[in-house]
């Protein structure tokens, strides 16, 4: 089953890859001809597009080696942390560029969102997003202690035995 899980999440990082390099990019470039406010960010947007993306990279990752962990029964040891913390910090980066979504709205002139509901809508976006990363993140951070707490109660049963 592991095995097969791995396989999904290769596959999963080569779709990325693609979305990456050929669909972010060109999506961008279609909505930028028909919305000013997507012309107005439209490198910020590529360049946040395909950051965001390699996140999402950094957690397939990450989940694939402790999936190898999980298989080897070595999960429960200290070279696991590395790879939680990756996705930790992947998360992080996300609600980070998240939140400079939101904050790029303030820097959109009037000629370009006169109504200024394009720019609200981002700024929205941008709050919610930001939110959801930090509980994500704090979610994992906790994941994390319980990894530890189980991993020393692990060495801990091996001494006694």
């Not at 990456?20 to 590529?46: N, S």
């Not at 080897?72 to 979504?101: C, E, L, N, Q, T």
């Amino acid at each position: 089953m592991i095995p097969l899980l791995t396989l999904a999440l290769a596959l999963g990082f080569v779709i990325c890859v693609f979305a990456q390099i050929v669909i972010v990019p060109g999506l961008i470039a279609d909505e930028a001809v028909h919305d000013p406010l997507v012309a107005y960010f439209r490198m910020p947007f590529t360049v946040i597009g395909v950051l965001g993306i390699a996140c999402f990279q950094v957690v397939l990752v990450s989940t694939a080696m402790l999936l190898t962990k999980a298989w080897g029964d070595a999960i429960f040891s200290r070279r696991a942390f590395p790879w939680v913390d990756a996705v930790i910090g992947a998360v992080v980066v996300a609600a980070a560029m998240s939140f400079a979504v939101s904050a790029m709205q303030l820097t959109v002139p009037a000629y370009v969102d006169p109504e200024g509901m394009g720019s609200l809508g981002l700024m929205l976006a941008g709050g919610a997003g930001t939110a959801l990363g930090v509980c994500a993140a704090l979610v994992l951070l906790v994941m994390r202690g319980l990894l530890r707490r189980a991993m020393l109660l692990q060495e801990e049963m091996a001494q006694v035995v």
